[in-house]
């Protein structure tokens, strides 16, 4: 049962898409309306109660299929709005997201023309930085000026760390970070930071008293970094743990849980 911290957030998080729907489906039918809003907060109420799995909410997933078919035949952008938000479930409270790609591209598809196909474009966006895909390559200098880039750590475990000293849960987290990159570092553990910092002195100030001794990219633009906008990084920390044949294996670990994939993914080197 996950922590009430968690199951907290994650409540948070889709009360605030249901507010944020309620103005967006004005312009909708409103059979619509009611149905889509009738079953968001169903979901609510089983989030509020820490029920966060694909079983707890076996019973809502089906009834976003079954509204799908209903308004499939009425009106082809009422059926894609119940597509985007099984998607945005999927995605954002499930955390699986090969099936809420899927759930993106059916809706492309078959929606071409909606607004919530182009709603989906940004989804389909982050993810394609999902578990399981490679990471895309990059060409950059990093602080020193020399040539950094994903290849040249192959047969090599990544974490790509979008990173800034005004972020304080990725400076609560750096401890762990350090840690874990001096215990797997020698058995093929590396790590590439990416500063969204935009204050030079204090960013430098700060690897060096933290012993960060992994490579950096830092431009000293913010939020509009420039690999960060290139992977479409909207929010830190946001990290990547690579495997050795360039797969995300896993993203967004903390503490414990860092360190353990860190660990399985060097005993395959």
């Known amino acids: ?28 039918n409103n059979s619509v309306n ?42 082809s952008d009422d059926a894609a709005e119940f597509m985007l938000w099984k998607g945005k479930l999927f995605q954002e409270v499930l955390k699986d997201e090969e099936t809420a790609h899927k759930t993106f591209l059916q809706l492309k598809k078959e929606y071409p023309s909606s607004d919530s196909a182009a709603e989906a474009d940004a989804f389909l966006l982050s993810l394609k930085l999902r578990v399981g895909v490679e990471f895309p390559d990059f060409q950059a200098n990093d602080i020193n000026g020399k040539p950094l880039s994903l290849d040249q750590f192959k047969n090599k475990v990544v974490l790509i760390d979008f990173w800034a000293t005004w972020c304080p849960p990725c400076v609560d987290e750096m401890p762990n970070i350090v840690k874990a990159y001096n215990k ?39 939020g509009q970094n420039k690999l960060a906008r290139m992977y479409s990084i909207d929010s830190i920390p946001s990290t990547f743990l690579i495997d050795a044949d360039g797969k995300i294996i896993a993203k967004n670990l903390r503490g414990s849980a860092l360190e353990e994939a860190i660990k399985e993914a060097v005993a395959k080197l």
């Open 1 to 28: 049962m996950p922590n009430i911290v968690l199951r907290n957030i994650l409540l948070a998080f889709f009360v605030c898409l249901f507010l944020s729907s309620v103005f967006a489906l004005q312009d909708i």
């Open 34 to 75: 009611e149905d889509l809003s009738a079953l968001i907060q169903k979901i609510n109420v089983k989030l509020g109660e820490g029920k966060l799995t694909k079983k707890d909410l076996a019973e809502e997933i089906l009834e976003f299929d079954r509204l799908i078919v209903k308004y499939k035949n009425q009106k």
């Open 184 to 222: 797997y570092h020698d058995q093929g553990f590396e790590i590439i930071g990416i500063s969204l910092d935009q204050n030079e002195n204090k960013f430098l100030r700060f690897i060096e008293d933290n012993g960060m001794t992994w490579r950096q990219y830092y431009d000293g633009k913010g």
